[in-house]
Nanobody, 121 residues
Framework: VQLQASGGGLVQAGGSLRLSCAAS????????MGWFRQAPGKEREFVAA????????YYADSVKGRFTVSRDRAKNTMYLQMNSLKPEDTAVYYC???????????????WGQGTLVTVSS
């Protein structure tokens, strides 16, 4: 069972990036999924989450209105579209999945390896 996060990179403030999280080894179509991030010297924090159907989403206040989480169940892939990026969005972004639900308080069973997003000012 693997979650593979990709799409990170270096972008200027105000720019956009789209992260992907591809799941393999099992079907995650019935799993809640989420994005977290960890900036240097800081604890990991919740960013966004999406329910198994894709119809329900949840965002941290810091990214609401700028980030959009989505998923393609047929492709077993979750996305995070990040617009209007700020230097404070710089972090390693991790994806996670859990059969029990979605949201910031779920103890996700499966985690990806992370992808680095760097936003320059």
């Amino acid at each position: 069972v693997q979650l593979q996060a990709s799409g990170g990179g270096l972008v200027q403030a105000g720019g956009s990036l789209r992260l992907s999280c591809a799941a393999s080894g099992r079907t995650f179509s019935m799993y809640g999924m989420g994005w977290f991030r960890q900036a240097p010297g800081k604890e990991r924090e919740f960013v966004a989450a999406i329910g198994w159907s894709g119809g329900s989403t949840y965002y941290a206040d810091s990214v609401k209105g700028r980030f959009t989480v989505s998923r393609d169940r047929a492709k077993n892939t979750m996305y995070l579209q990040m617009n209007s990026l700020k230097p404070e969005d710089t972090a390693v972004y991790y994806c996670a999945a859990d059969p029990g639900g979605y949201g910031p308080l779920i103890e996700y069973d499966y985690w990806g390896q992370g992808t680095l997003v760097t936003v320059s000012s």
